[in-house]
């Protein structure tokens, strides 16, 4: 998608249902904390009981919609919508294909649950993707840059293989964000994103979205949203679409500034290894090139061992230890402590929006520290 495009669809969502605009009208959604509604007679309506339907969702699925170029259904959070679509498109006997390498919740929920069921679960590392044999899979699940490693696999490619394997193809977006990356248009048939991360961006909420252009599934989807119960609520609907209204200036920001520090930090005695799409030494930057629309905030760093590696987010001021990423604090971890398959010095720094030079000082400080 042109870039124009894309920000006139960013600007479509900040101003989302301006036209219908009365006098007097609120420019933020009002936020409907109910269960019920007013409903005599025969039922009509789009609203008539809190499960089903809220305004307030319906105002974030409108600019979340518009930013997509596709339906969407909000969730609770990223691992709902994973969930949603697990048990909306496999029975059991079918295969699906996960990344070996990608979010490791994605992997015990597909192994403890749908195993059960009589799903087969198989799972391939992220940059062997495109070697796979996907004969027989009902479902190609795809994560990139892949959590935490940020490996790559091209989505156009990898789709149109599956596709004529008769498989549906869904990707995690959430390291990317729509501003980033457009899995819809390199031929995805969904996408889920854990809105917990950039898209809200302030680490006060779970939130996430299923997006596709396939009516029928996202019915099925939206379906199992009103009988399982996995619905958002509106406070935390709210919260997602205020800080969707910043997503742009504050994805810019932490990817340049991912960008800037993916380089010094990769020159710095301390530092045994950086991994960062944006880099020339990525194995697959010329595919991060050509596909995705920023290199992101996320950098993969190895120091010497677990002790540096937990030395190093202690010694740092502006660098929060916490387990998620994408928000406006610049945080890290060492991800072996998880059970990942990285080495035991392997930090996921995610970088957010303070200056980047302050940031570049703190990581400098603390990194000749230890």
């Keep these: ?69 596709a339906e969407t259904v909000v969730f609770p959070s990223g691992m709902a919508t994973v969930a949603a679509t697990f048990y ?27 195993a059960g069921f009589g799903v087969l679960v198989d799972t391939v590392a992220t940059a062997a993707l495109e070697q796979a044999d996907l004969t027989g899979y009902r479902l190609v699940w795809i994560e990139t840059p892949s959590n935490p490693g940020l490996d ?25 964000s729509p501003l980033g990356q457009r899995p819809l248009e390199l031929g995805a048939d969904v996408v889920v994103s854990a809105d917990t991360k950039s898209v809200s961006g302030h680490s006060d909420v779970l939130f996430g979205h299923v ?14 949203r009103k009988s399982a119960g996995a619905i958002p609520g509106p ?36 530092v045994k290894a950086v991994r960062y799409p944006g880099l020339p030494d990525h194995p697959a930057h010329a595919l991060a090139q050509r596909q995705m629309r920023r290199f992101g905030s ?36 060492r991800r072996a402590r998880w059970g990942d398959q990285v080495a035991p010095g392997f930090i996921r720094l995610s970088v957010g929006c303070e200056p980047c030079e302050v940031l570049w000082q703190d990581m400098c400080t603390a990194l000749d520290s230890v």
């Excluded at 005599?40 to 339907?53: F, K, L, N, T, V």
């Excluded at 699906?96 to 994605?106: M, W």
């Excluded at 293989?161 to 549906?168: I, M, N, Y």
């Excluded at 540096?308 to 998620?324: D, K, L, N």
């Design 211 to 224: 997006c596709s252009r396939n009516a029928s599934l996202m019915a099925q989807v939206r379906d199992w």
């Design 1 to 69: 998608m042109p870039a124009n495009d894309l920000e006139t669809r960013f600007a479509f969502a900040l101003h989302h249902g301006a036209d219908a605009y009365q006098p007097g009208d609120p420019l933020s959604p009002p936020i409907v904390p109910t269960s019920i509604y007013h409903l005599p007679g025969d039922p009509a309506g789009p609203y008539q009981y809190g499960r089903w339907s809220n305004p307030t969702w319906d105002a974030l699925e409108h600019a979340l919609s518009t930013l997509e170029d």
């Design 235 to 270: 406070f935390e609907a709210w919260l997602v679409h205020r800080g969707l209204e910043t997503l742009n200036v504050r994805f810019e920001r932490m990817c340049a500034s991912a960008h800037v520090l993916a380089q010094r930090l990769g020159g710095h005695r301390k």
């Design 298 to 333: 996320l950098i993969a760093l190895t120091l010497a061992d677990a002790a540096t590696a937990e030395a190093f987010i202690g010694h740092c001021r502006f660098v929060r230890a916490a387990t998620s990423f994408g928000g406006v604090h610049t945080s890290a971890e």
């Design 88 to 114: 909306t498109q496999l029975k059991s006997g079918d295969r699906v294909l996960l990344p070996a390498d990608g979010y490791y919740v994605t992997r015990a929920l597909a192994e403890k649950f749908l």
């Design 152 to 176: 790559l696999a091209d989505i156009e490619r990898v789709a149109a293989r599956a596709h004529a394997a008769g498989a549906l193809v869904v990707v995690d977006n959430t390291t990317m």
